[in-house]
């Protein structure tokens, strides 16, 4: 965790280790964590609404392929991938795609599905719109930081190249 928190500190942004420590420490306001049931509100439909389950979430690696190039990993390690604890795994290894790197991605993902799944919560967003705002909060994760908007360019151009 000490090795993420430097990389984050780095080369990421405020908001991006914000939500990197309320993940880490189980800081989402979800339903579970307040002892209530709910669906999923990134709207897969087929899970309820706590940081487990988005670790594990159809519509969150979805999204992570599409847009940060980040396959999905194995099931047993999504938790922890999701926490930024554990290794991030991209879709292509190759020299530009560092462990430091795959950590951004991952970092940047999940704060992204953090300000969907509280936008939803809070009503300034429908389930059925969370999985099309998902791409916009990456940029918005990203924007003013030109290594972090370079690092989305790439992944995404990779992705494309697949
Ligand atoms: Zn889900």
Redesign the pocket.
Known sequence: MISVCRVLTARGTPRIGAAFIRTAFNGWCTARRFQGRAG?L?G?G??NDSIE??SD????HSFCRQHAGLAAPAAEDRLACFLNLGHSTLIRRDAGCSRERATMLRALTVYAAYRVQASVRSGSLQVAEAAGALPAMLREGARGHPALESLLRVARRRQREQ
Not at 57 to 60: L, M, N, Q, R, S
């Open positions: 999923c990134l897969c087929r899970g389950h988005y979430c159809a519509t969150y």
